[in-house]
């Protein structure tokens, strides 16, 4: 799916209608460039409205690709925490494989 935004297949609408998401650009602590977490069903993107047009669109990249690789779906909170590094990484290395796809 985020292959198909990135070629300009389908729109960021698309990509939210698919996976049930919404953004919100809120003023975020420094160094917290957005996050993602779902809620009765629906995954809510918060992205720092502070960043410049190209790490909100990267950050945004980003969430998608937690959603989009199921990590949300985890049913062990406190093992999702241990290893909350880990799905950082995959995320950021998903991202810059589509990327490099292009």
Same mark, same amino acid.
């Given at each position: 799916?985020?292959?198909?935004?990135?070629?300009?297949?389908i729109t960021?609408?698309?990509?939210? &209608?698919?996976?049930?998401?919404n953004i919100? $650009?809120?003023?975020l602590p420094? @160094? #917290?460039? @957005?996050?993602?977490?779902?809620?009765? @069903?629906? &995954? &809510?993107? /918060?992205?720092?409205?502070? +960043?410049?047009? $190209?790490?909100?669109?990267?950050?945004?990249?980003?969430?998608?690709?937690? /959603?989009? +690789?199921?990590?949300?779906? !985890?049913?062990?909170?406190?093992?999702?925490?241990?290893?909350? !590094?880990?799905?950082?990484?995959?995320? &950021?290395?998903?991202?810059?494989?589509? #990327?490099?796809?292009?």
């Open positions: 799916m985020l292959k198909d935004l990135l070629d300009n297949y960021q609408k698309d990509v939210l &209608n698919h996976y049930n998401a919100s $650009y809120r003023f420094n @160094g #917290i460039n @957005g996050f993602v977490f779902n809620y009765k @069903g629906i &995954n &809510n993107i /918060i992205v720092n409205k502070q +960043l410049s047009y $190209y790490k909100r669109r990267k950050t945004l990249l980003h969430e998608l690709a937690h /959603i989009e +690789l199921n990590q949300l779906c !985890q049913i062990d909170k406190d093992l999702f925490a241990f290893h909350i !590094q880990n799905y950082e990484d995959e995320a &950021n290395r998903y991202i810059k494989f589509l #990327i490099e796809e292009i």
